[in-house]
């Protein structure tokens, strides 16, 4: 059973650009959740969503950032319009029924 | 919402060294707790957990017990190697069981 997977695992953009991070959650996992490490700092909860739903969307702000989970493909949180402060490391993470979450090995984004 | 505070880092000791990292939380409740460990350029692996008070949970020589009189989860390794070296986050939910809420982290440097 493979791990949850993220693609791209680095990712460029220059300001002004959009970027699109996915995540494939474990088989059989329907929860996914998005999380944002700034430098030396520890994890914050961006947005909660199962298969077509978001449930939680407190820690994403409100402008330019968007997160999806279809009924079929991967998840993906989308960036429009990035700038500097947006370069972090990306973390997905999954889980089967609301409990036990495993991550993926993260989507690093620099800003240009 | 819970929250977690974590012993501030870096930390450097020498191998076969104890190990304490202190973690403390505020929580309605009893919510599990967590600690996660993070190799360098990878994802966050689930180190070890405890689901209720007075629980010990334990892994790869790791141990920490769920005390509710000090609200505490105390990391702890009788005798640390090089390969432990990391960063560990001590983390529990939100609220209810999920999303979870992270410390800023603690970097554990160990040499031989």
């Known amino acids: 059973n493979a791990g949850v997977m993220q693609n791209p695992r680095h990712l460029v953009r220059r300001r002004g650009q959009e970027a699109r991070l996915r995540c494939s959650p474990m088989k059989g996992h329907s929860h996914v959740y998005w999380y944002r490490q700034l430098p030396e700092e520890g994890l914050k909860f961006m947005v909660y969503?199962?298969?077509?739903?978001?449930?939680?969307e407190s820690g994403m702000p409100k402008e330019r950032f968007s997160a999806e989970f279809p009924k079929e493909g991967p998840s993906i949180l989308r960036i429009q319009q990035v700038v500097r402060g947006d370069s972090a490391a990306y973390f997905c993470a999954s889980s089967p029924q609301n409990n036990e979450q495993f991550f993926g090995p993260g989507t690093r984004l620099t800003v240009l | 919402g819970n929250s977690v505070t974590q012993m501030e880092g870096p930390v450097t000791l020498s191998e076969e060294a104890f190990l304490t990292i202190n973690c403390t939380y505020t929580?309605?409740?009893?919510?599990?707790l967590f600690w996660y460990v993070q190799y360098p350029g990878e994802g966050l692996q689930l180190l070890l957990k405890?689901?209720?008070?007075?629980d010990k949970g334990s892994n790869k020589g790791f141990e920490a017990t769920y005390r509710k009189e000090t609200t505490s989860f105390h990391l702890e390794k009788g005798s640390v190697q090089v390969s432990d070296s990391a960063v560990y986050f001590c983390?529990?939910?939100?609220?209810?069981?999920?999303?979870?809420?992270f410390g800023k982290g603690t970097r554990l440097s160990v040499i031989a």
């Open positions: 929580a309605t409740g009893y919510p599990s």
């Open positions: 983390a529990l939910p939100l609220s209810g069981n999920t999303p979870l809420v």
């Open positions: 405890a689901t209720k008070a007075d």
């Open positions: 969503l199962q298969k077509e739903n978001i449930i939680d």
